[in-house]
């Protein structure tokens, strides 16, 4: 059974750091891609940053482009999202998603999904 646990969320001052984490247990990530997305209130889930293992590719939206990293741990199967600069914009709630595929944004190509952890950017 595969189960990704998203962690590392909470409440941040505007310019702020926030490192997320995506632990996979039952799904090696070498075998695919990672998709980080997150859900404002009363918007519509997005892709933001993804990283696939089958090609080495690395994306990011624009409105994360600079701020925000990916990385990868395969030894520990986890992927992270570095966020610096954070913006109270921001503020939502983060979706961890891997599968075996290149990098997408779409959310249909990820059959794996996490619960996601709450990011909070408020003066």
């Not at 990704?4 to 750091?17: A, D, M, R, T």
């Not at 490192?19 to 990530?29: E, K, N, W």
């Not at 990672?34 to 997005?46: H, L």
């Not at 409105?63 to 570095?82: C, E, H, M, P, W």
Request: aromatic content about 12%; charged content about 20%; glycine content about 12%.
């Amino acid at each position: 059974q595969v189960q990704v646990v998203e962690s590392g969320g909470g409440s941040v001052q505007p310019g702020g750091s926030l490192r997320l984490s995506c632990a996979v247990t039952g799904f090696s990530l070498e075998k695919g891609g990672v998709a980080w997305f997150r859900q404002a209130p009363g918007k519509e889930r997005e892709g933001i940053s993804c990283i696939s293992s089958l090609d080495g590719m690395i994306f990011y939206k624009h409105t994360v482009q600079g701020r925000f990293t990916i990385s990868r741990d395969d030894a520990k199967n986890t992927v992270y999202l570095q966020m610096s600069s954070l913006k109270p914009e921001d503020t939502a709630v983060y979706y961890c998603a891997t599968a075996e595929t290149l990098c997408h944004f779409e959310e249909y190509h990820y059959n794996y999904w996490g619960r996601g952890t709450q990011v909070t950017v408020s003066s």
